[in-house]
């Protein structure tokens, strides 16, 4: 499928986490480890915020990321405090811009590893739930861009979770009544520019991989010389598809149906399950 | 917006018509004289038929045709009785594979040069009319392409000229509803293998520019020292957006609100007009 | 041939010069007024310095600059105080990324419009003529690159305007070696990361088109009102193959055999004549 | 490394050999079992003779070729009795289509899979013992095309082992003379669209695998049922990096410091070795 991370905290060069870590993003784009593709070479998307605009920048190839030299000169120069990057292997769709993460909306980014089963016979009856006045800035033709304009539809500028959950709902409702067994497959990362949002869910209760970071000051105390950790704040966070390296206590797994929030003031861990019992306006 | 050719007749190397004459399609691409734009270089596509299968070799890359040596080397190798080829300026969709002409479904292609009026406003009601049993099929984000699938649900194969002038009434009477004076400018190529139909129409009646060539036998006559004409068979024909030449009585406008079809037994032209009574299925 | 501009001065967002002004250099890859050919479409480049490090960015990409997102992504997004911008009309070379412009060795950037007349026959001579030290990094098949080369060899970090004098004189001397009448056809920029050299040269003594600004001083008192002027510093300046726009007073022609400097201290105009005494290396 | 396949025989569409085979060489681009590097996805060519022109089509995209449409268009519609396909893992030069195999220089095509160990230090000798009047002609920045231009002064045309023998004499040489211990690893197709001659040598012994297919004949009384083998004819003959399928007796390995050369009138293996005797033109 893809494999994806999304940092927030102190401002840094992107090449830090992007090129530096021994099982970097870039490294997994020719040899992932947990992913069910081991090569993820099918195009690549980086967004970033800077103190320019409220809405990030977004760079989207549709060439592999181990090569590619805008990525190399982009990730060694920008340094920002809130970026997504997101490497992706096609699961049938065109390998095209448009269908490459991260996918924005105003300030809003949103990027997908798993897939929608079934999802040739659900597409148009999904794309029928979109808001209309959503509808024309559909670009491409992806499942993952998709559930990005229904939670868009569904709320996710002013309730993130209950947004995605009943996106989620949607997805496993309109699959259902297709008789799909386990339609969603999903971890998705969304961001407003000031918090993240990371979901694991599947309908199978068997989620594709998702880590977090452990807390700076605690990893700060386990590992006093690494180098990195020292040019970090203490509110800095990673969350990705696998680990980025061998770092004990670094990494910790994100539960089955949960989903993490980054965000000034503290961060938590919750429960997540799909909203049934919202009626879409379909 | 765009500039195209169709080929039928004798089976000859693409180059013939691509790269040869004086304004041919390559030097249209950096030069067109009667294109709104005089550049086409949002990507390109040649479509043709070989005796291998029913269904055409389609090649469409997003790069300009004038430098593309792909282009080039098949152009310069592949020889066919029936292609068609397409240049593209982007009227404001991505410029993607999924968005270059010719499209194809099963052994039918079609390419297009002008543009529906406020498609972004119309794009849902008209996607909504396609056949839910094609509507995966569509890849791309352009008009061209929702026009070809609603022709397909329209009955184009049995019934190209109908299935045509039902797609334009519906895009008429949809763009109507939404206070859009002027909905259609098209001329569109269309072919399943064997005839080809060339359609040149709009609402507002002044429509993109459209020229068929003269009859192969009347030609030769005018111009006996013409090396190509010696080469082609008397039911050879083409159909482009801007003549390719300058050769003294080889080009014929195509009539505003007109169809022509090229086909065994005998070429004809004959008026269009769309059906606006016909019931969509939406 | 091409089109490029220099900026040094205030750290500006690079889309205020990129695509906001009447004639961009957006504008100018679709519709060239004084270019050789008005479209140029064949690749482009940037490169900006940042505080991160001394080397610049570079961003390269082989279609044209008029549609291409990241381009328009990152212009709107990354603010530098020292940027070159360049779109590429190909005169034969291939369109690929080590033929785009801006080329970079360490510190140094390097761009160009024009051409080495009969480079085919001279290319290998003047290759040679490369530092063995340096030859390893030639990446493309460009006259601009391998003139780029030749000045480095000849002492371009020590002296800048000797260095191309140099070069130039060892083009026309290899060109009138080869009866080439008019070897060279050059209008060059290359900066360190804090002076711009800007040259413009040809054999015949009709070089292509080349402007500098003037100082937004004195603009700033003919155009009170102009909002971009109000944000730049005093010793803001852009170079450009052609004017941005018409504003009265603000555009004046670089002289024919000379070069412009942009510095710390104090810009200047000097004559430029190649150095044909110099002893090659090879 | 990268992966390659040559096919001498019976006219057959491209696709029979690229795509269908269970080991096909578009699934070594995903997943290649003998190569160096699993993933060969920076670019891909085909090369095919038609009846047209003794020049051979040579198709060429930076992209992977797993996903890649235009291949799969030209591989299904195109029928050939002698043609080369590539798959690339760059070892560091570009990716850009003039690294891309085959090379071709009039009627003649050549790929490689291999190095040349420390080939930035040793390239600008090598480059300097290509005849002058070829050089204009390299194009791009790899060993292998220059191991063909090499190969080209050395007299190919008129003995094409003896040309490569010569061209890897010249490369241990200068290797040699530059304290490397093992310049040459290579395995090598060549064609003049009659004949192909395969070589497999390295210095140090140990070459890069490659097999030629047992004779359509013996195959046919092994396997009567294989669909394939009846509609080739007696004299077809592939040689591949690594076996496409699992067929019983169906792959050889061609021995070290060999070369198989398929015919008209009779398929022939040699021992190969370099000449080192050759007094380079340089």
Redesign the interface.
Known sequence: MCRWIAYSGSPI?LSRVLFQPKYSLIDQS?HSRLGVE??N??GFGIG?Y?Q??ST?????????A??N??LR??A????SGLFFAHIRA?TG??????NCHPFRYGRWMWMHNGAIAGF??L??DL??AVD?AL??D????TDSELMFFLALTFGLPEDPPGAVARMAGLVERTGHAHDIAHPLQMTVAVTDGRSVWAFRYSTVAASRSLYYSTEVGDLRALHPDAALLRELSDDSRLIVSEPLGDLPGAWNEVPESSYSVVQPGGDAMRPFRPDLAHASRS
């Open positions: 060069l020719l081991t090569t070479g099918d970033w800077t320019e605009r990030p920048a977004v760079l989207r190839e549709i060439d592999p181990w090569n030299r805008n000169e982009v060694h120069h920008v340094r096609s769709t065109a390998v095209q811009q448009t040739r016979e597409r148009r794309t029928l209309p509808y024309p559909i670009e491409g033709s």
